[in-house]
């Protein structure tokens, strides 16, 4: 089983920053089969990246997906009030499929 | 616009049984993995697993195999998740999600979450 670790656990930002959430995997992800999710309370999870660095439909390009292999990023360029949630990655590329513990974003 | 919608609240006891539905629509159901995620009181995502509609083939996570039963009905494009004996540890959120057209791809849809509560 593949087992991604997630960095930091909580991430203390403003509205205007910028985020960097990293995500690693115990081996590598075949085909960087790396997706991204936010998850709010009460909502069920977005999508926001697949394929490790592809936003899915209708996510604003402030949003982006980078890495291979081993080591994936999340970054969000400029924080919006809306964005803040806990942001969980996941792998498709090899069973079981897995998620990492996840990265809460908070206001500071 | 494709759609899944999940039952509604459980509130259970342990050691009872228990069978969520997901139902879709929009789409051809049989074309189209169903995966189930769960989302536990202070814990994050876990992946339970996945049912392909056509067939019912499934693929468990091995932490929770012989645990929960996937399940599919054609008739009513509906997917279930079942539990012959509930835990109090069983609590939490279910949601199901659609993959793409290959079971090696994310869920981009889900439905809306399904509470299930297990006292002790």
């Known amino acids: 089983e593949i087992v991604l670790t997630q960095s930091p656990g909580t991430l203390s930002l403003s509205p205007g920053e910028r985020a960097t959430l990293s995500c690693r995997a115990s081996q590598s992800v075949p085909t960087n089969y790396l997706a991204w999710y936010q998850l709010k309370p009460g909502l069920a999870p977005r999508l926001l990246i697949f394929g490790a660095s592809t936003r899915a439909t209708d996510i604003p390009p402030r949003f982006s997906g980078s890495g291979s292999g081993t080591d994936f990023t999340l970054t969000i360029s400029r924080l919006e009030p809306e964005d803040f949630a806990v942001f969980y990655c996941h792998q498709y590329g090899t069973l079981p499929y897995t998620f990492g513990q996840g990265t809460k974003l908070e206001f500071k | 616009e494709v759609q899944l919608v999940q039952s509604g609240v459980e509130m259970k006891k342990a050691g009872e049984s228990l069978k969520i539905s997901c139902k879709a629509s929009?789409?051809?159901?049989?074309?189209?993995?169903i995966a189930w995620v769960r989302h536990m009181p202070g814990r994050g995502l876990e992946w339970m697993g996945l049912?392909?509609?056509?067939?019912?083939?499934?693929r468990y996570s091995p932490s929770l195999q012989g645990q929960v039963t996937f399940s599919v009905d054609k008739s009513t494009s509906t997917a279930y998740l079942q539990w012959n004996t509930l835990r109090a540890s069983d609590s939490g959120m279910y949601y199901c999600?659609?993959?793409?057209?290959?079971?090696?791809?994310?869920?981009?849809?889900w439905g809306q979450g399904t509470l299930v509560t297990v006292s002790s």
């Open positions: 999600g659609r993959l793409g057209l290959s079971a090696g791809s994310p869920p981009r849809y």
């Open positions: 929009g789409y051809s159901f049989t074309t189209y993995w």
């Open positions: 049912i392909y509609p056509d067939d019912s083939e499934t």
